[in-house]
Protein backbone atom coordinates (compact mmCIF):
# COMPACT_ATOMS: atom_id res chain seq x y z
CA UNK A 1 0.00 0.00 0.00
CA UNK A 2 1.56 3.55 -0.75
CA UNK A 3 2.02 5.92 2.07
CA UNK A 4 -0.25 9.47 1.14
CA UNK A 5 1.32 12.42 0.97
CA UNK A 6 0.97 14.83 3.33
CA UNK A 7 2.00 18.95 3.34
CA UNK A 8 4.09 19.61 6.28
CA UNK A 9 2.03 22.53 8.34
CA UNK A 10 4.23 25.75 8.98
CA UNK A 11 3.83 26.47 12.74
CA UNK A 12 1.47 29.76 13.41
CA UNK A 13 3.76 30.48 16.43
CA UNK A 14 5.01 34.07 16.62
CA UNK A 15 8.62 34.96 17.88
CA UNK A 16 8.68 38.40 19.30
CA UNK A 17 12.11 40.05 18.84
CA UNK A 18 14.02 41.10 15.65
CA UNK A 19 11.79 38.48 13.22
CA UNK A 20 9.10 39.79 14.16
CA UNK A 21 7.34 41.58 11.54
CA UNK A 22 7.22 45.29 11.34
CA UNK A 23 4.83 47.50 10.32
CA UNK A 24 7.02 49.27 7.54
CA UNK A 25 8.78 46.20 6.54
CA UNK A 26 9.40 45.70 2.62
CA UNK A 27 6.12 44.21 1.40
CA UNK A 28 6.49 40.70 -0.64
CA UNK A 29 3.74 40.91 -4.07
CA UNK A 30 3.83 38.00 -6.19
CA UNK A 31 3.26 40.78 -9.14
CA UNK A 32 6.86 41.78 -8.14
CA UNK A 33 9.09 38.52 -7.52
CA UNK A 34 12.29 40.23 -8.12
CA UNK A 35 12.40 42.76 -5.35
CA UNK A 36 10.25 43.99 -2.73
CA UNK A 37 7.83 46.99 -2.82
CA UNK A 38 8.64 49.26 0.23
CA UNK A 39 6.26 50.80 2.17
CA UNK A 40 6.72 54.41 3.68
CA UNK A 41 4.39 56.45 5.53
CA UNK A 42 2.95 59.50 3.53
CA UNK A 43 5.18 62.48 4.63
CA UNK A 44 2.14 64.18 6.23
CA UNK A 45 3.56 67.51 4.43
CA UNK A 46 0.37 67.69 2.13
CA UNK A 47 -2.47 65.99 0.22
CA UNK A 48 -4.07 67.05 -3.19
CA UNK A 49 -6.75 66.64 -5.69
CA UNK A 50 -5.52 67.07 -9.26
CA UNK A 51 -8.01 67.87 -11.74
CA UNK A 52 -7.29 67.61 -16.11
CA UNK A 53 -9.03 68.01 -19.00
CA UNK A 54 -8.53 68.70 -22.93
CA UNK A 55 -11.17 70.81 -23.38
CA UNK A 56 -12.06 71.48 -27.73
CA UNK A 57 -15.11 73.65 -29.55
CA UNK A 58 -17.29 72.01 -31.79
CA UNK A 59 -14.65 73.10 -34.88
CA UNK A 60 -12.52 70.38 -33.06
CA UNK A 61 -9.90 73.33 -32.38
CA UNK A 62 -8.65 73.66 -28.59
CA UNK A 63 -10.10 75.96 -26.52
CA UNK A 64 -8.02 78.97 -26.22
CA UNK A 65 -10.69 80.81 -23.78
CA UNK A 66 -13.06 80.04 -21.04
CA UNK A 67 -13.37 79.53 -17.19
CA UNK A 68 -14.16 76.71 -16.03
CA UNK A 69 -15.52 75.45 -11.99
CA UNK A 70 -15.04 71.69 -10.74
CA UNK A 71 -17.90 71.17 -7.94
CA UNK A 72 -18.78 68.59 -5.86
CA UNK A 73 -22.46 67.06 -4.70
CA UNK A 74 -22.86 67.29 -0.62
CA UNK A 75 -25.14 64.45 0.42
CA UNK A 76 -25.81 66.24 3.94
CA UNK A 77 -27.12 69.79 1.77
CA UNK A 78 -28.48 67.76 -0.93
CA UNK A 79 -26.51 69.76 -3.83
CA UNK A 80 -23.28 70.79 -6.01
CA UNK A 81 -21.15 72.90 -4.09
CA UNK A 82 -18.55 74.55 -5.90
CA UNK A 83 -15.32 73.12 -5.02
CA UNK A 84 -12.32 74.98 -7.12
CA UNK A 85 -13.96 78.25 -9.40
CA UNK A 86 -12.43 80.19 -12.08
CA UNK A 87 -9.85 78.08 -13.26
CA UNK A 88 -8.91 78.98 -16.75
CA UNK A 89 -7.85 76.77 -19.79
CA UNK A 90 -4.56 77.25 -21.53
CA UNK A 91 -4.36 76.03 -25.15
CA UNK A 92 -7.17 73.42 -24.23
CA UNK A 93 -5.61 72.19 -21.21
CA UNK A 94 -7.18 72.47 -17.87
CA UNK A 95 -5.31 71.99 -14.91
CA UNK A 96 -6.15 72.39 -11.27
CA UNK A 97 -5.24 71.55 -7.66
CA UNK A 98 -7.41 71.33 -4.43
CA UNK A 99 -5.19 70.98 -1.34
CA UNK A 100 -6.89 68.41 0.77
CA UNK A 101 -4.20 68.15 3.86
CA UNK A 102 -1.31 70.65 5.10
CA UNK A 103 0.89 69.67 7.06
CA UNK A 104 -1.09 66.77 8.31
CA UNK A 105 -4.51 68.14 8.97
CA UNK A 106 -7.51 68.78 6.43
CA UNK A 107 -7.36 72.47 4.74
CA UNK A 108 -11.25 72.97 5.21
CA UNK A 109 -14.42 71.20 6.66
CA UNK A 110 -14.95 70.65 2.91
CA UNK A 111 -11.46 69.04 2.38
CA UNK A 112 -12.52 66.76 5.78
CA UNK A 113 -15.62 65.38 4.36
CA UNK A 114 -13.20 63.96 1.44
CA UNK A 115 -11.03 62.33 3.38
CA UNK A 116 -13.58 60.53 5.24
CA UNK A 117 -15.09 59.47 1.99
CA UNK A 118 -12.23 58.86 0.66
CA UNK A 119 -11.14 56.52 3.92
CA UNK A 120 -14.39 54.54 3.25
CA UNK A 121 -13.04 53.29 0.10
CA UNK A 122 -14.99 55.33 -2.57
CA UNK A 123 -14.49 59.01 -4.58
CA UNK A 124 -16.79 61.89 -4.20
CA UNK A 125 -19.29 63.07 -7.01
CA UNK A 126 -17.80 65.56 -8.94
CA UNK A 127 -18.23 67.62 -12.27
CA UNK A 128 -17.04 70.10 -14.64
CA UNK A 129 -19.00 73.26 -15.48
CA UNK A 130 -18.63 76.63 -17.36
CA UNK A 131 -18.32 79.22 -14.06
CA UNK A 132 -20.86 81.96 -16.12
CA UNK A 133 -23.43 78.97 -15.89
CA UNK A 134 -22.86 78.27 -11.97
CA UNK A 135 -25.59 80.52 -11.15
CA UNK A 136 -27.66 80.29 -13.59
CA UNK A 137 -30.52 78.87 -13.91
CA UNK A 138 -28.96 76.48 -16.53
CA UNK A 139 -25.89 74.75 -15.64
CA UNK A 140 -23.84 73.56 -18.57
CA UNK A 141 -22.07 70.23 -17.58
CA UNK A 142 -19.13 69.45 -19.48
CA UNK A 143 -18.40 66.12 -17.28
CA UNK A 144 -19.24 63.97 -14.81
CA UNK A 145 -16.40 61.90 -13.18
CA UNK A 146 -13.34 60.99 -14.70
CA UNK A 147 -10.33 58.57 -14.83
CA UNK A 148 -8.94 58.19 -10.75
CA UNK A 149 -5.43 57.61 -10.19
CA UNK A 150 -2.46 58.74 -8.00
CA UNK A 151 0.09 61.01 -9.08
CA UNK A 152 2.90 60.15 -10.73
CA UNK A 153 4.68 63.08 -9.11
CA UNK A 154 3.30 62.31 -5.84
CA UNK A 155 1.27 58.54 -5.40
CA UNK A 156 -0.80 60.50 -2.34
CA UNK A 157 -1.99 62.86 -4.42
CA UNK A 158 -5.22 61.95 -6.75
CA UNK A 159 -5.40 62.97 -10.16
CA UNK A 160 -8.86 62.92 -11.76
CA UNK A 161 -9.19 63.35 -15.61
CA UNK A 162 -12.16 64.42 -17.35
CA UNK A 163 -10.46 63.46 -20.58
CA UNK A 164 -11.09 65.08 -23.99
CA UNK A 165 -14.01 67.24 -23.49
CA UNK A 166 -15.94 69.40 -26.70
CA UNK A 167 -18.06 72.54 -25.47
CA UNK A 168 -20.31 73.48 -28.18
CA UNK A 169 -21.11 77.33 -27.80
CA UNK A 170 -24.15 77.73 -29.67
CA UNK A 171 -26.77 75.27 -30.12
CA UNK A 172 -27.02 75.21 -33.60
CA UNK A 173 -23.00 74.07 -33.42
CA UNK A 174 -22.65 69.97 -34.30
CA UNK A 175 -19.07 68.26 -33.11
CA UNK A 176 -16.61 67.14 -36.01
CA UNK A 177 -16.77 63.87 -36.88
CA UNK A 178 -13.50 62.01 -37.64
Known amino acids: ?????????????????????????????????????????????????????MIRNAYDQYLSTGTFTVEYYDQRQQRWLSLVSGIRVNHGKLRAEYVLMAGGSPTSETAMVILRVLEAGSFPMLRLITTASAKSQWTEVLAFGGLLSPSTENPSDLMLDFGGLWQCLHAGQRIAQH
Do not use: C, H
Open 1 to 53: MAKKATTKSAGTSTKIGSEEQQKDAPIKDAAYPDGNVEYTKDDEAGRKLIFMA
